[in-house]
């Protein structure tokens, strides 16, 4: 089954799968990655999901949502009617296939997407293209660590959650980022090395 085929059906489940995450660190993850975005910014949010970064999008900002899954896109387009004075805008797209011209976003947010994208690097390569030349990308994302201890239970529940929904937790996102012709300008370890905040900008 396709990936976005999963997150359809996962759409009807997803928000309440997180909801302990999403009251626990979720919310001051998601307030770090949003405050560093300045108001009048041009911005996409890629794998826009149900729409939980809504809440902390700033005032003025307009923001491009984009994901692959109807399903999620849906739930999206229902969350964004609770914030009529923010200016959001939904889209059905492929990360690794995006219809807008290059170097159009001052920056581009991805929230917990490329342990998903099946395939991360052209998905990068585009965030990378759509990205205005001193645009800025902000990853937060989870990805393999580099303590082999930690990475041990990320092996062991990967078979289920790849098959599931199509998730890698092992995946080396960072080391994807770079090889997109980006490089770091501030990194922040939120959980142990496996959940981190990448600010980024073209090479
Ligand atoms: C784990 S969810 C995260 C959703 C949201 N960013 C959040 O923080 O709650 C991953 C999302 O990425 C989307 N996604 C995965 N691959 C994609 C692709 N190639 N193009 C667009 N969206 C994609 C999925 O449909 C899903 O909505």
């Known amino acids: 089954m396709k990936t976005h085929t999963k997150y359809d059906i996962f759409s009807?489940?997803?928000?309440?799968?997180?909801?302990?995450?999403?009251?626990?660190?979720?919310?001051?993850?998601?307030?770090?990655?949003?405050?560093?975005?300045?108001?009048?910014?041009?911005?996409?949010?890629?794998?826009?999901?149900?729409?939980?970064?809504?809440?902390?999008?700033?005032?003025?900002?307009?923001?491009?949502?984009?994901?692959?899954?109807?399903?999620?896109?849906?739930?999206?387009?229902?969350?964004?009617?609770?914030?009529?004075?923010?200016?959001?805008?939904?889209?059905?797209?492929?990360?690794?296939?995006?219809?807008?011209?290059?170097?159009?976003f001052d920056f581009v947010i991805s929230t917990f997407v490329f342990c998903t994208v099946p395939d991360p690097i052209s998905g990068l390569k585009e965030v990378n293209r759509v990205l205005k030349p001193k645009g800025r990308a902000i990853f937060l994302e989870h990805m393999r660590s580099t303590k082999w201890l930690n990475n041990v239970p990320l092996y062991m529940m990967n078979p289920i959650i790849k098959t599931l929904v199509g998730t890698s937790v092992i995946r080396k996102t960072k080391e994807n980022i770079l090889e997109a012709g980006f490089h770091v300008v501030q990194e922040k370890n939120l959980f142990s090395d496996i959940v981190k905040l990448l600010i980024c900008e073209k090479n």
């Open 12 to 104: 009807r489940f997803y928000d309440l799968v997180e909801k302990h995450l999403e009251k626990k660190s979720f919310p001051k993850w998601r307030k770090l990655v949003w405050e560093k975005v300045p108001l009048n910014s041009k911005v996409s949010e890629v794998g826009v999901g149900t729409g939980k970064n809504m809440p902390y999008y700033p005032g003025s900002v307009e923001v491009v949502g984009i994901d692959f899954s109807q399903g999620m896109l849906e739930r999206a387009i229902s969350r964004s009617t609770k914030y009529p004075d923010k200016k959001i805008k939904l889209m059905k797209m492929d990360v690794t296939d995006m219809n807008f011209p290059q170097n159009n």
